[in-house]
C-alpha cells in the first residue's frame, strides 16, 4: 500500500485524535495527524489498520526519538548492581550525645 492509500484508510477507520497525547484534529490541523506504524515497519499495512495509530507530529517525533536514544542508552541497570554500600552512620551516637548533662551556661560539663 502506498503511503497516501493508507494514511486516506488510517483517517477513514480511526477518529481524528492523537493516540497518544489526545488532541483533537479538525480538517484545518488534519495534516499535523500522522500514521505511526505501531512495529515500525512502514511496510507493514494491514488493510484492517492492525499496525497503525494516528499521532500528532509532536508525539510521532517523540515515539521515533525513543528508539534512537534507546540504542545509545546502557542495558545495565546500576540499581541490580551489588557494590560497596555505606557503612558510616552520623547518628549512630545521638542518643548519648543528647543525654549528657549540661552545666548551668549550657556548655558541656568537662571531665
Not at 488532541?23 to 490541523?29: E, H, I, L, V
Not at 506504524?37 to 495509530?53: I, Q, R
Amino acid at each position: 500500500m502506498k503511503k497516501v492509500d493508507y494514511r486516506e484508510q488510517a483517517l477513514k477507520l480511526f477518529p481524528w485524535v492523537c493516540a497518544s497525547c489526545g488532541r483533537d484534529f479538525t480538517g484545518k490541523n488534519l495534516r499535523e495527524l500522522t500514521v505511526h506504524h505501531k512495529d515500525h515497519n512502514y511496510k507493514n499495512n494491514p488493510p484492517d489498520g492492525s499496525n497503525w495509530e494516528l499521532l500528532c507530529i509532536y508525539c510521532h517525533d517523540n515515539e521515533h526519538s525513543r528508539l534512537v536514544d534507546a540504542e545509545w542508552l546502557s542495558t545495565k541497570n546500576p540499581d541490580k548492581e551489588k557494590g560497596t554500600t555505606a557503612t558510616h552512620s552520623p547518628f549512630a551516637d545521638l542518643k548519648s550525645l543528647l543525654s549528657k548533662p549540661k552545666n548551668d551556661s549550657g556548655k558541656d560539663k568537662e571531665k
